[in-house]
């Protein structure tokens, strides 16, 4: 039975991911932090069987004690703080987890693995914000990085690390260059779940509007669902590498808008909509979208769920569990 050890496992990509490789017979270790996690409960019911180890990635005894334990034949390095917004206001914080949290899990491996690297497998969560201002669109692994964020800077910084550990002591390390993706297990932070939440709730009557920040941006968003599966399909190949995910199609946040509303309904919903300066950020990534040619040819890799499927799913689960906590069933609407 394959071994996976999984940082981050109680967020979106975690719960995906642990899912899909208990699915394919892996016994999945899942490292949690804090005294008392509140997201332990979701973790065990969605990923059956799991075994939860005690860990952060600020703490490196405690990543070499997960790795002597889980001895694991692949480790997904998802942990990380991940809301470029909050990246401003800690950066400090966002650097030890987002960016140095990578060097320890690099070294918790050298430590706890002994000479021989070549049997473990690393998966490190890059993203498309390393792309920031972008050089050329669309993005591909090619492209050169202009983070615009500390977040973008952090990830920049564990990308560069997943490449030299893989150039310096032969670990089979690759580095998934992933575009945004998005599902009913999003945070409420960021913009795709906070627009599907409020308008569950607008449409049932629970909240009169919501506030955003810049709606021109634009972004290129999947289903989680389908980018963990990218994830595990790197780490199946013969020899280590880097790949961009991402759909190829990008949409503003205006389109998702007009999407969402009108999933309930309201074609016109700039009564709903205000804008507020406390959610534009302090430098912006304008325009993403990425070219995933090479993840399609060499891991057989495409996007199953479109552009609107993907907020209809959102917005679906958010008015099943709005209505449900309200009291409320959706025939009364
Ligand atoms: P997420 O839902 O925000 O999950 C982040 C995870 O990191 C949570 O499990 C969180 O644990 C954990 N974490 C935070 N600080 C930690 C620490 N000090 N020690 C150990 N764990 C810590 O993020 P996601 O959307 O699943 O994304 C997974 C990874 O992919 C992240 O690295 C993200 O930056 C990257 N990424 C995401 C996207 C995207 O669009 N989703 C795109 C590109 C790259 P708690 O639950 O305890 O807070
Ligand atoms: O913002 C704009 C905002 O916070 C998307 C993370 O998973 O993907 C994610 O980062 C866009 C930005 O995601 C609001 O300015 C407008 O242009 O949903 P987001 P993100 O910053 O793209 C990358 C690939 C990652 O790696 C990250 O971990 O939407 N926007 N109004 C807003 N964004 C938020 N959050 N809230 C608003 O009110």
Known sequence: MPRALITGITGQDGLYLGEQLVGRGYEVFG???????????????????????????????SLIG????????EVYNLGAISFVG????????????????VLRVLEALRIAGGNDLSRVRFYQASSSEMFGKVRETPQRETTPFHP????????????????????????????????NHESPRRGIEFVTRK???AVSRISLGLQESVSLGNLESRRDWGFAGDYVDAMWRMLQQDSPDDFVVATGETHSIRELLDVAFARVGIEDW????????????????????????????VLGWKPRVGFRELVEMMVDADLATEAAAAGQTLTDR
């Not at 997960?66 to 034949?73: L, M, N, R, T």
């Not at 804008?275 to 090479?294: C, I, M, Q, W, Y």
């Open 195 to 197: 627009i599907s939440r």
């Open 31 to 61: 490292l949690v932090r804090g005294q008392s996690n509140p997201k332990v409960e979701r973790v065990e019911r969605l990923v059956p069987g799991v075994v939860l180890l005690e860990g952060d990635l600020t703490d490196l005894p």
């Open 148 to 179: 615009r964020s500390p977040y973008g800077v952090a990830k920049t910084f564990g990308h560069y690390l997943t490449v030299n550990y893989r150039e310096s002591y032969g670990l089979f390390a690759c580095s998934g260059l992933l575009f």
């Open 66 to 73: 997960a790795v002597e334990i889980s001895q694991p034949d």
């Open 270 to 297: 700039s009564g709903y909509v205000r804008t507020d300066p406390r959610f534009f950020r302090p430098a912006e990534v304008d325009v993403l979208v990425g070219d995933a040619s090479k993840a399609r040819e």
């Open 86 to 101: 909050l990246s401003w206001k800690q950066a400090e914080l966002t650097g030890e987890t987002t960016g140095m949290g």
